[in-house]
């Protein structure tokens, strides 16, 4: 099991150092209490309507395991787009404060998921450096996902597990036959309403839900200041116009109609 210091929100400069150090760093009550009940039943809400469309078998991300794609559609994923409690950490992480808002999703898992592969996100050399001397892992993080832990994380229904310092390894990851058993359990373990920052880079996989409950979890993200491909036109104008100032700024490139 990982052992990781979950800090307060307002250790700024200590969680981007270890989020530097480690590829993610893990903070305590990020949500509100009114905040976390209403992020929790919307997410309760998106995965009964995914279990009743997809069963199963054949959810997104195999057997029992769901990813809730973008829901920023859904008023109860906006609102972690512009915390007071994230922000100020992601502006120290990247010295700037002109990063944008990507999309709202994140996953869960059901009783009888079975253990993930390790993997990292975003998985795609956007350089293609004719030189072959840069790729994505010799940059900083050129996206940053923050997951919201909606149930205390155990090593009983699924917890998240990391491969610290992995942001940056040009290592090819291990199939799940290859890992050694350290990695298998390498175990996220962190109380509800956790936020992890992480750069998606990070090797990490999901594990065995062997509980009776579900493991929802949250997220939104953030493309880097200087790095900008959008495509879609994702959150609805009438979300876009109840976001605060700031959230309206992060979000500039996907409101759409």
């Known amino acids: 099991m990982l052992k990781v210091e979950i800090l307060e929100p307002d250790d700024v400069d200590k969680a981007a150092s ?49 990813s ?44 009888g998921a079975k253990i993930q592969h390790l993997h990292a996100d975003f998985n795609k050399d956007y350089f293609n450096d004719p030189l072959g001397k840069v790729t994505d892992r010799d940059t900083p993080p050129a996206f940053i996902n923050v997951n919201f832990t909606m149930v205390d ?16 390894s040009h290592a090819p990851i291990p199939s799940l036959e ?22 998606v880079r990070c090797w990490h996989g999901g594990t065995a839900n062997n509980s009776n409950h579900k493991r929802p979890m949250t997220s939104v993200g953030y493309f880097a200041p200087w790095f900008r491909p959008y495509d879609e036109k994702i959150l609805p104008r009438k979300n876009y116009k109840r976001l605060s100032r700031r959230g309206k700024q992060l979000c500039r490139y996907i409101v759409g109609d």
């Open 68 to 111: 809730f794609g973008n829901q920023l559609h859904n008023w109860e994923w906006c609102i972690l787009i512009d915390l007071p409690t994230i922000l100020p950490i992601l502006n120290v992480i990247w010295n700037n404060d002109d990063y944008t808002c990507r999309l709202g999703g994140g996953d869960f898992s059901l009783p």
């Open 18 to 66: 270890v989020f530097h150090r480690d590829g993610f760093v893990c903070v305590k009550n990020p949500l509100s209490e009114e905040q976390f009940a209403l992020n929790k039943a919307g997410a309760e809400r998106v995965m009964k309507e995914q279990e009743e469309e997809y069963g199963l078998e054949k959810m997104t991300r195999g057997y029992a395991r769901q």
């Open 153 to 168: 994380f155990t090593v009983e229904n699924g917890a998240i597990r990391f491969i610290p310092g992995t942001q940056r």
């Open 178 to 199: 290859e890992e050694p058993e350290w990695m298998r359990t390498n175990y996220l373990c962190a109380p509800a309403n956790t936020a992890i920052i992480r750069d």
